[in-house]
């Protein structure tokens, strides 16, 4: 009998494409502007501060190594410690306000009226304009001679005070400008609200439910997602209070400092008096405390915010 011969056929594994290679290339390509720019314009200064707020550094003189010392002096500046004073006073009036007036604005803007898309557009359009320009209508309209709030005050025989030039009145004045342009937080509950299902509240009407009880067991409730990321935006915000105040008082802070903001007078130590080492120093600080208001908010979450399932 004739043997016969077999052989195996061994099947070799094809090559890796390139194409895959050719793909991440592309990629990496047309993602390199943004790496590169938050590599050179972010993670570099950011790393550098680090260092800067251990020296005497001047941006027009390399500076020397101190350790600690810019940080202790903080903590004996008067002006400085003013400055965190008028930051948390804005903060913690500002914030719970802009939650309240922009929850009961966006409740509002969403009934079914005639003319809706109208008002809506009403409410945002003070987000559309500039805070410098901001800044220069509200002047005019807080003028103690000639402004019309206290012009409209004064027809019904009411002396209105002298708002950006008193230590008592400023900071109100300043939050009252702030909350003016809050459309931009309503277009955010308004978007919370849409999610909240209709059956909910249909559910809640056959049990008898009025307007006073679907809004507080179902609108706010389920509001508290967006409640949440509008509050840690709103405290990040705060903090970083600077335009508004620099350019009603053309930087001074006056009266008496009363509008001197943190980032004021961060500004002030690091473009003005050239100690980027001192205020390299008080962007530090600054930044362990919005953290920590952050980790608060976020570890206090879990008691308040409620997700729909």
Avoid at 211 to 218: A, D, E, F, M, V
Wanted: proline share 5%; aromatic share 18%; hydrophobic share 50%.
């Amino acid at each position: 009998m004739a043997k016969i011969e077999t052989s195996s056929v061994v099947v070799q594994p094809k090559k890796k494409s390139s194409f895959t290679f050719k793909a991440n290339l592309t990629g990496w390509l047309f993602a390199s502007p943004w790496v590169i720019g938050l590599i050179v314009f972010f993670a570099i200064p950011l790393f550098s501060s680090i260092y800067f707020s251990f020296t005497t550094y001047s941006v027009l003189q390399p500076g020397e190594f101190i350790g600690f010392q810019n940080y202790k002096e903080l903590f004996h500046d008067d002006l400085f410690w003013k400055s965190v004073y008028n930051t948390v006073y804005f903060a913690v009036l500002f914030v719970p306000l802009s939650i309240i007036f922009g929850v009961a604005l966006a409740m509002m803007l969403n009934m079914k009226v005639k003319g809706l898309a109208v008002y809506r557009t009403i409410y945002f359009l003070p987000t559309l304009v500039p805070h410098v320009a901001l800044a220069v209508l509200w002047m005019w309209l807080l003028n103690p001679g000639f402004g019309l709030i206290n012009g409209t005050l004064d027809f019904f025989g009411i002396e209105g005070p002298n708002w950006l030039g008193s230590v008592k009145w400023s900071k109100p004045s300043l939050i009252l400008m702030s909350l003016w342009g809050i459309g931009q937080a309503v277009i955010i509950y308004l978007a919370g609200l849409g999610d909240i299902p209709e059956e909910f509240y249909e559910a809640a009407e056959v049990d008898g439910a009025n307007w006073l009880q679907r809004t507080r067991h179902i609108t706010l409730p389920l509001l508290t997602p967006v409640i949440f990321f509008n509050l840690v935006m709103g405290i990040i915000g705060a903090f970083q209070q600077f335009t508004l105040p620099y350019t009603m008082t053309q930087g001074q802070g006056s009266p008496a400092n009363s509008l001197t903001f943190y980032v004021m007078y961060l500004y002030d130590n690091g473009f003005k008096f050239f100690k980027m080492g001192y205020a390299s120093a008080m962007a530090w600080i600054l930044f362990v405390i919005i953290m920590a208001l952050t980790a608060l908010i976020f570890l206090t979450s879990k008691r308040w915010v409620h997700l729909s399932r």
